[in-house]
């Protein structure tokens, strides 16, 4: 049964590409986190560690035992580890994968000194991460003997948009895509033409997003990019390949676009008689939402204040008293 289950977890994509689920199934992560060990032969360049699951190592050892021979290999089994954005379940792994990839080489037993990885991610102050991210924890862990420092002795190489990573046997492109967080990115992979997205779109429903305007911005820069840089399927975060990708990136700026309409023909109504004289976040919630259980207004009331936010920084609404949920909003006259 342990066979069969690590197997489950471990699916060949394409010859370029094995994604290894992170064991962290759940409501927000779907059948949990996927890890994408990118390149025909060793080196490989590993895309994300999931979230630290003491379940995970075995399965991505399994998954890069069974990519070729080990015995008689000077070859390291990863040489880049890049991770797509802050969020736990995609960098809370990265002590225990280093920790894995120094084991598998000291089994072997080969006189040639272990090279550590390097690791990748696009910069983000430590200032602006929340207070909940447990990265600068993580980074503060790892010894520095686990992995190969960035010229200004950092731990994180920083990615840059349109860079390019290659190993022995593939590329990846980098595309800056934030609105999910800040840093995320998405990866080009030429060889797949396919989309590494996190979890700025994942395989199954919709995603959460830090800020709106740089969200849908984002997912029209994606598309943009297909222009240039055809892809098909999208290998996202979370969720089941995607095969037809532009599809679903539209999908998701038309889904917002009218969530944004909704939210605006509400504003042209009057208020409930128990609002005082103008729309809340809260009363546009209950208004749009009227039909779901009561237990998603709260989540929706996040997405909302999100639209509430993209829609005064475009000068359509404005702010008229409270805080939080209870944020007073009018539309904009000089509209």
Request: net charge negative; proline share 7%; with cysteine.
């Amino acid at each position: 049964m342990e066979t069969l289950e690590v197997l489950a977890s471990i699916t060949k994509l394409s010859p370029n590409i094995i994604r290894v689920l992170g064991q962290n199934p759940g409501k927000f992560t779907l059948q949990g986190t996927n890890t994408y060990i990118v390149g025909r032969q060793r080196p490989y360049i590993l895309v994300d560690t999931g979230e630290g699951r003491e379940e995970y190592v075995p399965i991505l050892e399994s998954a890069l035992k069974g990519t070729s021979p080990p015995e008689n290999s000077d070859t390291l089994d990863v040489s880049d580890v890049i991770i797509s954005h802050w969020h736990g379940d995609h960098v809370g792994g990265l002590p225990s994968v280093l920790a894995l990839l120094r084991r598998l080489w000291d089994e072997r037993k080969t006189d040639v000194p272990f090279t550590p990885p390097r690791l990748h991610k696009f910069p983000l102050p430590v200032n602006e991460l929340p207070e909940r991210s447990d990265l600068p924890s993580i980074i503060h862990s790892l010894p520095s003997n686990s992995f190969t420092p960035a010229s200004d002795r950092s731990v994180f190489h920083d990615l840059q948009d349109g860079q390019e990573l290659k190993n022995s046997s593939t590329s990846l492109r980098v595309l800056h895509t934030p609105g999910h967080t800040r840093d995320s990115i998405c990866l080009f992979m030429p060889e797949d033409r396919a989309l590494y997205t996190a979890d700025t779109v994942l395989g199954q429903g919709t995603a959460v997003f830090e800020d709106l305007q740089l969200y849908i911005s984002s997912l029209r820069k994606m598309l943009d990019y297909h222009k240039s840089n055809t892809y098909g399927m999208l290998y996202p975060g979370h969720g089941p390949v995607v095969p037809e990708g532009t599809k679903l990136i539209e999908t998701y700026i038309k889904h917002r676009l009218e969530r944004e309409a909704q939210v605006l023909q509400v504003l042209q109504t009057t208020p409930p008689s128990d609002a005082e004289s103008s729309w809340t976040t809260w009363t546009i919630v209950s208004k749009i939402y009227q039909g779901y259980p009561e237990s998603l207004w709260t989540p929706a009331a996040h997405s909302i204040a999100l639209h509430m936010k993209k829609l005064e920084a475009d000068g359509i609404v404005k702010k008229s008293g409270g805080e939080g949920v209870h944020t007073s909003w009018y539309l904009n006259s000089k509209l």
